[in-house]
């Protein structure tokens, strides 16, 4: 990336933006961006609810901002004047697409299949991950859980437990068995190990560095924080009963 292009980080709000309306098309613009910032692993480009900035999201669902005129990047956020985050729903949106490329067939899914889905980054040793699973067990609202294990943490032990899992006969119970601390990990299969190295790949690429890791609508919530994961059942329950 040139070293004489400047970055700016600025939190903008859309009616306090007067960027010049640029004279480029979108394709001389994406070229601008391209030739000038080099490293960059462009996934999506398109104008900008700004007139003369653009919308560029990066691998991983990072939204910037790039103004061709000036050749600039903008890292920031952008509001509505009603508050509303536009930049969190391009992330969303971004997000969204990850989403339909996820590896479900490598996943492991629990729950009924119309449940509401959440996909999970989750630890068999983690304290909030065993939190978040009783929670769920105890919740009224049907939960399809797609589980991606995440097991960097704790690379001693979290690693067999999910192999158990895995290789189990029965996942189900033997998550159950091992979230529920009936078991101990036993199992062992070539294909849990390579199950596991795209699981690993999956939270890599979703920047998971905490769990559990859920997402909910295509945003990335780190923790268990209950009252957001309760508010989004009960409201994707309201949603299905219209």
């Known amino acids: 990336m040139r070293q004489n292009i400047s970055r700016i980080s600025a939190f903008v709000a859309l009616c306090l933006m007067p960027f010049v309306t ?11 961006l391209q030739q000038s910032f080099t490293n960059s692993k462009i996934q999506d480009f398109r104008k900008a609810p700004i007139e003369g900035l653009y919308e560029v999201t990066l691998d991983g669902a990072q939204v910037i901002y790039f103004a061709p005129e000036d050749d600039v990047l903008i890292f920031g956020e952008i509001y509505s004047r009603d508050g509303r985050s ?7 949106r971004a997000n969204q697409l990850r989403i339909d490329d996820l590896p479900y067939d490598q996943a492991l899914i629990l729950g009924p299949e119309d449940g ?5 980054f989750t630890d068999p040793d983690c304290p909030y991950c065993l939190r978040y699973d009783e929670f769920i067990r105890n919740s ?12 960097r943490i704790h690379p001693n032990t979290a690693p067999a437990k999910a192999q158990h899992i895995l290789c189990s006969a029965d996942p189900a119970k ?3 068995d091992v979230y529920l601390k009936r078991a101990s990990a036993t199992e062992r299969c070539p294909e849990a190990v390579e199950r596991l190295e795209v699981h690993d ?4 690429q979703w920047r998971v560095n905490g769990t559990p890791t859920l997402v909910l609508d295509g945003s990335p919530v780190t923790g268990f924080r209950k009252e957001v994961v309760a508010n989004f059942l009960a409201s994707k329950s309201k949603e299905s009963l219209k």
């Open 22 to 32: 640029s004279a480029m098309t979108s394709e001389e613009a994406l070229k601008s």
């Open 86 to 92: 536009l930049t969190a729903e391009a992330v969303a």
């Open 116 to 120: 509401i889905p959440i996909i999970e």
């Open 140 to 151: 009224e609202v049907p939960v399809k859980r797609v589980i991606f294990f995440m097991t």
């Open 174 to 176: 033997a998550f159950d």
């Open 201 to 204: 790949t999956v939270s890599t």
